[in-house]
């Protein structure tokens, strides 16, 4: 591919007659706010809009010198992050402008040039400006990582098209929502946009094409006073360490580490919860070694886990680590992996990344989650379950998005547990910028970071129980309106509450993916306890459908994709259906039957439509398969891998509204169930048998006509002797197990009798005999001894012989 080059020249005049002298007392005006901005600690926002690209980027580079050179007692040196696209020839040409026109006229000020597809590279590092060119599409997780990068006191300027005309420009990301049935977004995201940038304090708005300020509204923020920093009186680990905190919080957070020096008689967890930009990370970083080194004068090898959603979310921390090892003289040797540290590495001592769904399978003194409201609940009772001393840190409100199913679900059972010793910290004090950052609140109206449900009184818990309920119906253009907020932050608060990972992007596919539907329950007073995420899907046509055959993906379309890749039928790729993406009930009102009353009213929509199926795709667990299968929904997919995050198969279910679509799902269900069956000593050799088991059980779809089994075991009389002498034990399992192979395997392929012996016998069977588990790894599994287990075994093998008959 040929690389593209713009010859730019820029003269004096030329900056003389595109800057209007409205726009030069504009950056005056700036300049006077920013003295303010700088002693108060606060950042401004700012949006310079134009269709013309060299004034774009000519206007950028005289703010940026103007305010930073007659700030510079503040700004010695100014790193600024200039953000952009590469695959656009406006968006090349505004960088190069401001980028020639800086080199030209200002060397103290860094300009740092990057694309928006690198935006998770900067989370973690601090920057005194910051420059995002939108006008070719906004992507709201980049808007939620990158603000926070700006300290106190820094510009952050948005580029746009020239405001009127931003709704119908070009939105990469709006666009990357559509599919073929629905080939133009809605567009609505950027009006809610537009509005917020509009509403808020503290942002300013120029028109470089019109010439004209079209906002400038001041915000007020009160004098910034950073605490001061006192030492706890007593400590263990190193003056240095303490003094590397910028803030109290830190010193705190640092002193509850301390606890961990001791071996515990129990379970030891320390849980830090804050804001964004709070240093939760960094006072991690910085306690870790302190921590090690105690721990060396005990211990001969300390080995430290971190996880999180990535590596990019423990930069900070490692960087930190790095400073303290220093301090401490702690020799070390620094891994990385594309780029990033994943390991320091001493003679005795490391701190290790590992992805969340490792984590639980390591031999570590003690294991440090960041981020840990962006896991799902299984993973956290794993790590709680295996490890002593633990260390969790995570987002409340964030571009993290992070489910309160942390607190709600986790942090509940931990602090009610005898066996745990809970510390519990909350940092307040913001790094960055000050508390009444204008732009922090900006970003949180925009994103909806604090997005949460209404209380639910008595009253209202009565009308639950009652079935009071109303079926919403929503239209994105309605609900993002502001009249609507209300209803838009509970629908959006019940999802952040109820699922462990959240990000801004879902907002505006809410808001922008053409064929996605919002659903709500609401009690009769309005308050809404459910809420739903639906994607219409399917209705391909022929070339389509032969590119799905032929291993190409089509987009929008997970369920149909799915069908016709591994079951290689055209025609459900022809039929409709819904998807449901998310379904989540209100917090406080889980385990009343709501999410199974709202399903069924999701189907009755469906069926009235015409639609051919129902389904969804989620992360395996046991409450969620039964709660999928328990609304009359068949699994007849399963990935060949599990998530790296959420350690979890993902599994597809489906429902047919049509007497074709339930015939050809039923087809579906026994191709699964057959596959599954084969593909237990291999590929899902892993997988949980109590997971196992639920995805071969008997449903609505099986056809039983008689209590007795249609099935036969092939077994001839010296089979049959084998068998009969090992019920007598007479012979060991080991000695037979081809022929108990063969009956297990009878069992569950038989509709009439796969439901008929108890949860443990049935899970020994799966680990056992089709995973080929080790006695001792099976009979963990539920619970009892191995001598136990092999006489479970022999019961199990009487038993179905016994139904078989």
């Known amino acids: 591919m040929t690389k593209k080059v713009f010859h730019i020249s820029i ?367 299984t993973i956290l009772n794993k790590i709680w379950k295996n490890f002593n001393r633990i260390i969790m840190a995570s987002t409340i409100h964030g571009y993290e998005g992070a489910g309160r199913g942390f607190s709600i679900r986790f942090l509940k059972r931990v602090k009610n547990d005898s066996n745990t010793d809970l510390i519990y910290l909350t940092m307040e004090e913001p790094i960055r910028y000050s508390r009444d950052d204008p732009v922090e609140k900006w970003v949180f109206k925009t994103l909806l970071l604090d997005a949460e449900p209404e209380e639910l009184t008595d009253e209202d818990y009565q009308m639950i129980r009652n079935r009071e309920f109303i079926y919403l119906t929503f239209e994105p253009e309605e609900l993002f309106k502001e009249e609507n907020i209300d209803k838009l932050k509970s629908i959006f608060g019940i999802y952040v509450e109820a699922h462990y990972r959240n990000e801004p992007d879902d907002l505006a596919m809410i808001a922008d993916a053409p064929h996605h539907k919002i659903r709500a329950l609401a009690l009769n007073n309005g308050k809404i306890v459910a809420s739903a995420q639906i994607a219409e899907e399917g209705g391909l046509p022929e070339d389509l459908i032969k590119m799905i055959l032929e291993e190409k993906s089509v987009h929008g379309n997970i369920i149909p994709d799915r069908v016709i890749k591994y079951y290689r039928d055209p025609v459900f790729g022809k039929w409709i259906g819904y998807r449901i993406v998310r379904i989540a009930v209100h917090p406080q009102a889980q385990g009343m039957g709501i999410g199974s009353f709202f399903i069924q009213k999701i189907i009755e929509e469906a069926t009235s439509k015409g639609l051919d199926w129902v389904g969804s795709g989620f992360g395996a667990s046991e409450e969620l398969l039964r709660y999928w299968i328990k609304n009359g929904f068949v699994p007849i997919h399963i990935s060949p891998s599990r998530n790296p995050v959420s350690g979890e198969y993902s599994v597809i279910v489906l429902k047919g509204l049509k007497e074709e ?70 012979m060991t399992y080991e000695v037979v197990n081809d022929l108990i192979y063969k009956i297990v395997m009878s069992y569950w392929k038989d509709p009439c009798i796969r439901n008929r012996l108890k949860k443990e016998y049935e899970m020994l069977m799966v680990s056992k005999v089709l995973q080929g588990k080790s006695w001792e790894a099976s009979s963990s599994e539920i619970n009892v001894s191995t001598g136990r287990a092999t006489e479970y075994m022999r019961n199990i093998i009487t038993m179905i012989l016994e139904l078989i008959k």
């Open 11 to 377: 003269r004096r005049d030329d900056i003389d007659k595109i800057l209007s002298g409205k726009y030069k007392f504009f950056v005056r005006s700036i300049v006077a706010i920013g003295r303010d901005a700088v002693r108060k600690r606060y950042r401004i926002l700012i949006v310079l809009s134009s269709s013309q690209p060299v004034a774009h980027g000519l206007a950028v580079a005289y703010l940026l010198m103007k305010y930073y050179n007659k700030l510079q007692d503040q700004f010695k040196k100014p790193r600024i992050l200039y953000m952009y696209r590469k695959d656009f020839d406006e968006e090349i040409i505004r960088t190069a402008v401001t980028k020639r026109l800086l080199e030209k006229k200002s060397e103290r000020i860094i300009l740092l040039t990057d694309e928006f597809k690198r935006s998770e590279d900067h989370m973690g590092k601090t920057y005194q400006g910051l420059v995002m060119d939108l006008s070719d599409g906004i992507k709201p997780n980049d808007i939620g990582r990158l603000v926070g990068v700006v300290e106190g006191g820094g510009l952050i300027i948005i580029l746009s098209p020239p405001l009127e005309r931003w709704p119908e420009s070009r939105n990469i990301f709006a666009e990357s929502l559509v599919v073929p049935r629905y080939p133009k977004p809605r567009n609505v995201f950027i009006r809610w946009f537009i509005r917020s940038l509009e509403n808020s304090s503290g942002v300013y708005i120029f028109d470089l094409d019109k010439g004209e300020t079209i906002k400038f509204s001041e915000a007020k923020v009160e004098e910034y006073e950073r605490k001061e920093i006192k030492l706890p009186e007593n400590y263990v680990f190193s003056q240095q360490i303490y003094r590397l905190a910028l803030t109290q919080d830190q010193i705190n957070v640092i002193k509850a580490v301390e606890e961990l020096i001791p071996k515990p008689s129990k379970k030891k967890m320390i849980v830090v919860t804050a804001d964004r930009g709070r240093g939760k990370s960094g006072a991690l970083g910085i306690a870790i070694p302190a921590l090690i080194k105690e721990l060396l004068k005990v211990k001969n090898k300390v080995r430290v886990g971190v996880t999180a959603i990535s590596p990019a979310n423990i930069d900070t921390l490692m960087s930190l680590a790095k400073k303290s090892l220093e301090i401490l003289e702690m020799k070390y040797k620094v891994i990385e992996r594309r780029g990033r540290i994943i390991e320091l590495k001493g003679s005795n001592f490391s701190i290790e990344y590992w992805e969340p769904a490792i984590i639980p399978r390591l031999d570590l003194d003690v294991v440090v989650v960041d981020e840990a409201a962006g896991l799902p609940v």
């Open 661 to 730: 679509s339930v015939k050809l799902i039923r087809y579906f269900r026994e191709k699964f169930r057959e596959r599954f069956l084969l593909s237990l000593y291999d590929t899902y050799r892993d997988i949980e048998p109590e997971i196992a088991i639920l995805l071969l059980k008997p449903d609505h779809l099986d056809e039983c006509y008689n209590e007795k089994t249609g099935v036969k075991i092939e077994l001839d009389e010296i089979d049959r002797d084998r068998i009969r002498l090992y019920i007598k034990r007479l």
